[in-house]
């Protein structure tokens, strides 16, 4: 049964999570990321991305024993893709950018990008 006392704590999570997201906005905004489709989870938050390697649900948790977050990402069908644990706090944005975003030929992906974008 979902508490006062554990809403306030998941929000509390999913706050403090956007807020290490956030200082990183160039990057996250690369992903493709909807702010208004954010939501809070148990022990996180949850957000919807459309970037070249991932694109679905990411679940971002903390995982209070170890203090260190655990990513979840999930198809568009809400099946399980992958999980990554134990990362640390300084290592968070990149590990979920090398994990939505970055692609071996990320430059080249990005070009035809803005050159599709820039004919249309």
Same mark, same amino acid.
């Given at each position: 049964m979902e508490t006062a006392e554990n809403t306030n704590r998941n929000l509390e999570l999913a706050m403090y999570i956007w807020r290490i997201l956030k200082t990183q906005m160039t990057v996250i905004m690369s992903w493709g990321l909807d702010p208004s489709k954010a939501r809070v989870i148990d022990n996180g938050m949850e957000i919807y991305v459309q970037g070249f390697v991932h694109t679905g649900f990411v679940?971002?948790?903390?995982?209070?024993?170890? =203090?260190? @977050?655990?990513?979840?990402?999930?198809?568009?069908?809400?099946?399980?893709?992958? @999980?990554?644990? =134990?990362? @640390?706090l300084d290592c968070l944005v990149n590990t979920l950018d090398e994990n939505i975003e970055k692609c071996e030929n990320y430059e080249q992906r990005i070009n035809e990008y803005l050159r599709e974008t820039q004919m249309s």
């Open positions: 679940q971002i948790t903390l995982n209070e024993g170890t =203090d260190l @977050f655990e990513i979840k990402l999930l198809s568009e069908e809400r099946e399980t893709v992958k @999980f990554i644990e =134990d990362v @640390f």
